[in-house]
Structure formats: C-alpha cells, structure tokens
C-alpha cells in the first residue's frame, strides 16, 4: 500500500531534502523536522501518481543500527518508468518492526497481523528464528512472537 523507509535524516539536512523532492512529492519541510525531532515517521506523496512513503526517523537504538546495517538490496520499478535499485529491509527485520507497531497499536491492527502472517508464510523455516528470539526480548515483543495466529488480538 506504500513503501516503509527507514532514514537517518540530520536536521541540517531537512530543507535542502524538502526542496529537492519539492517538484515532484509533497514534503512539507516543517512536517519532516517536527516529525525528525520527536523521531516519528512522516510521509511524502509523490504528486503524479499519489504514491505514499512513510520514513521512519533512525531512532538511536541497537536494534534499528542493526537493521540499516542488515539491509539487502532490491529492485523495484513504477509503472513504465525506470526501475530503481535501493537497500530494503530483511524479512526478519520486518517481522520484528510488524509485531513492534502491532503492540503499539494496542494490538488490534489486522492489517499490521496479516502483513506479519504473510512474511512468515512466504519465508517460513528461511527466517532467522535465533535473530528473531533475541530481538524481539530486547523489542518487548517476544510474547507476541510466541503467539500463534489463531490468537489474533487476544
């Protein structure tokens, strides 16, 4: 429905950025700083096609240094234009962020379950469980990685 991304984005760099995207997004450079300075995630949308990203502010925890670290790279193409080559998060990363804004959201989010259901589903046994198990304790998500699926939202 959009496309997650994870910035290390410094406030000296915020208004060159704004103007920049400026011809093309929405990017309200007032937005970006509030949203930087309290590290919450803000958005542009791309004003042809109305394509939404949300960036998400690096917070200064070990665990989002390590998920920019463990990054891979993808290819993605929109529409007919050219196709663009940018690092994306792992599966297991995405699990791990899924069950942390589930909590968040007082764990009644079926879209945030089901996107998690749908990873475990493609990449099953390929996930890192050992990766999965130490992160979510230090996310305090564990529980919620141990629940099974039928207990959606108990």
Known sequence: MDIDLLV??????????AAELAKDFYADANVISEAVGACRPFNLI???????????????????QGELDRRTVAEFSFGEGPSLRFPV?????TVLTKL?????????????WNDLLGIVRVRGQ???????????????????????PSERGR
């Not at 791309?46 to 989002?64: G, V």
């Not at 998060?89 to 990363?93: N, Q, S």
């Open 8 to 17: 290390d984005l410094r406030e000296q760099d915020i208004a060159p950025l």
């Open 46 to 64: 791309h004003y042809e096609s109305s394509y939404k990203f949300d960036l998400f502010p690096l917070p200064e925890d070990p665990y989002y």
């Open 89 to 93: 998060v792992t599966a297991e990363d």
């Open 100 to 112: 942390v804004w589930y909590q968040m959201g007082g764990e009644i989010s079926e879209r945030q």
């Open 126 to 148: 390929a996930l890192d469980q050992d990766y999965l198990r130490g992160w979510a304790e230090h996310l305090g998500v564990a529980q919620l990685l141990l629940r099974p």
